[in-house]
Structure formats: structure tokens, C-alpha cells
T-cell receptor, first 116, second 112 residues
């Protein structure tokens, strides 16, 4: 199957700092990528849809100024958690579809963020 | 927007028995329903999916049924094995290019 790689896999930062997470499609081009947040033993909550060359579409309740998404190329989307606080600590996971008309989502490894 | 509800949240079955997980969706425009399996510490992976023009789909020990009228779909795992232990998520989408909304997940445990 298609490969989606996410980096870093884990990060610890101080409160007030910003953290950038990268999501790359390694063997296919992705015009659209999706960012999810997963709390322990809970579901995958869609945060936003990242669109190559245009603004991301955020889900209701997700602060776009807090979670900055950039999709500058067909293989890279980034999520920046700005001015991170302890409540932002979570598991962030990106995903992408491998081709037009293909339903399957391929997920990255996920990034565990801990804000001290 | 779309809302997907999933039951049960936990399920324990004897090895060799069958397991059934049920989901309902709210948006009648949804037409693509995948199921993902997430093992501990790993990324979710697609195990089976079904589109709205089909009522049932089977892949070896796994089957999914869809009732569009009632807006619910189910995952059936037969002859369960220890490696089936994981968290299973149902999901719904309005199309293969649209966002996917996930259910709350079912933690399946297989008793030896």
C-alpha cells in the first residue's frame, strides 16, 4: 500500500512554544491530506482538511490560528501547534488518499506531543 | 455535519466465536463506509470497506453489511483469533475524495 510518513514521532516542548509536525506521502502525490487528533483510548477526531496550494478547511471547534496547516507541495503537509499549552498534549496523526477515486486512507505513524 | 455512532465500546469474545460491531450514521448523503483496525501503538489500517450501492461485502473472515434505509452498517468477524484483538473504527464519507468521519471505536478482546 501507499506510504505516509510523519515526523517527529514524539516531541516534548515547553508551554508557550510552537511545534511543527510534518506529514509526507512517500510514493504518491496527495492533493488532500487530513489531520486527526486522538486522545488516549478515544476516537480519531478530524481537525482539518489540508488542500495543496490553498487554505485548509477546519472542522467546527478547531482554532485555525492555533493549529496552522500548510500544504505547499503535493507530498508535504505541515501542522504547527502555536503557543502550545498542556491541553494541546495529544496524539496527532495525518492521513491521505493515494489517488482520485480511491477511498482508502493511509495514515502516518502519528506524533505524540507533550506540552510541559 | 456527519455523525457516526459506534457500539459497543468494548467487546470480549471467546476465540473461535464471532464478533459484531455496529455503527449508525446521520448524513444520508454518505456513500462510503470503511472499517479500520488499530493495534496498540500502531497506525490505523483499512480492513474492509463498502459503498452505498452494495448491501454486503465479504473478505475471508470479515464481512460488512449496510442498510441505507436505516443508516446503519455492521462489521462481522467470524472464527475470531488472538490477532483480531485491537481497536476497530467504523467511518463514513460522502465520497472517495471527501473527509472521513470516524466512530468512537470498539476495543475487541479475544479470550483464549
Amino acid at each position: 500500500g501507499a506510504v505516509v510518513s510523519q515526523h517527529p514521532s514524539w516531541v516534548i516542548c515547553k508551554s508557550g512554544t510552537s511545534v511543527k509536525i510534518e506529514c509526507r506521502s512517500l510514493d504518491f502525490q496527495a492533493t488532500t491530506m487530513f489531520w486527526y487528533r486522538q486522545f488516549p483510548k478515544q476516537s480519531l477526531m478530524l481537525m482539518a482538511t489540508s488542500n495543496e496550494g490553498s487554505k485548509a478547511t477546519y472542522e467546527q471547534g478547531v482554532e485555525k490560528d492555533k493549529f496552522l496547516i500548510n500544504h505547499a507541495s503535493l507530498t508535504l503537509s505541515t501542522l504547527t501547534v502555536t503557543s502550545a499549552h498542556p491541553e494541546d498534549s495529544s496524539f496527532y496523526i495525518c492521513s491521505a488518499r493515494a489517488g482520485a477515486g480511491t477511498g482508502e486512507l493511509f495514515f502516518g505513524e502519528g506524533s505524540r506531543l507533550t506540552v510541559l | 455535519g456527519e455523525n457516526v455512532e459506534q457500539h459497543p465500546s468494548t467487546l470480549s469474545v471467546q476465540e473461535g466465536d464471532s464478533a459484531v460491531i455496529k455503527c449508525t450514521y446521520s448524513d444520508s448523503a454518505s456513500n462510503y463506509f470503511p472499517w479500520y483496525k488499530q493495534e496498540l501503538g500502531k497506525r490505523p489500517q483499512l480492513i474492509i470497506d463498502i459503498r452505498s450501492n452494495v448491501g454486503e461485502k465479504k473478505d475471508q473472515r470479515i464481512a460488512v453489511t449496510l442498510n441505507k434505509t436505516a443508516k446503519h452498517f455492521s462489521l462481522h468477524i467470524t472464527e475470531t483469533q488472538p490477532e483480531d484483538s485491537a481497536v476497530y473504527f467504523c467511518a463514513a464519507s460522502k465520497g472517495s475524495a471527501s473527509k472521513i468521519i470516524f466512530g468512537s471505536g470498539t476495543r475487541l478482546s479475544i479470550r483464549p
